[in-house]
């Protein structure tokens, strides 16, 4: 089995920053994809940003782009999500999440393995 650990989360005023991570542990994968998910009370888990492994590929919600920057550790098999300028509409329960089909998608339906979430709230 695998398993996902986020942390990073917290409380930060709007324009501040937080870095997420996301440690993963157990059967490893020649070529997946890893992505961050977030679900705000009230509404659907949305894509965030995600990571194709091998490549470095990347995507991101239209919400976030030039905010918000996925990474990878190869070495430490550990996912970042460096988030900058902060809103309260970030304000969320953040996911990250494991692909094993390498498509990239935002559909969180076609991804295999999940963390147990870690709250961000930011303060208007």
């Known amino acids: 089995q695998v398993q996902l650990v986020e942390s990073g989360g917290g409380l930060v005023q709007a324009g501040g920053s937080l870095r997420l991570s996301c440690a993963t542990s157990?059967?490893?994968?020649?070529?997946?994809?890893m992505g961050w998910f977030r679900q705000a009370p009230g509404k659907e888990r949305e894509f965030v940003a995600g990571i194709r492994w091998s490549g470095g590929y990347t995507r991101y919600a239209d919400s976030v782009k030039g905010r918000f920057t996925i990474s990878r550790d190869s070495a430490n098999n550990t996912v970042y999500l460096q988030m900058n300028n902060l809103k309260p509409e970030d304000t969320a329960v953040y996911y990250c999440?494991?692909?094993?089909?390498?498509?990239?998608?935002?559909?969180?339906?076609?991804?295999?393995?999940w963390g147990q979430g870690t709250q961000v709230t930011v303060s208007s």
């Open positions: 157990g059967r490893t994968f020649s070529s997946y994809v």
């Open positions: 999440a494991l692909e094993l089909s390498s498509l990239l998608t935002t559909n969180r339906y076609e991804y295999d393995y």
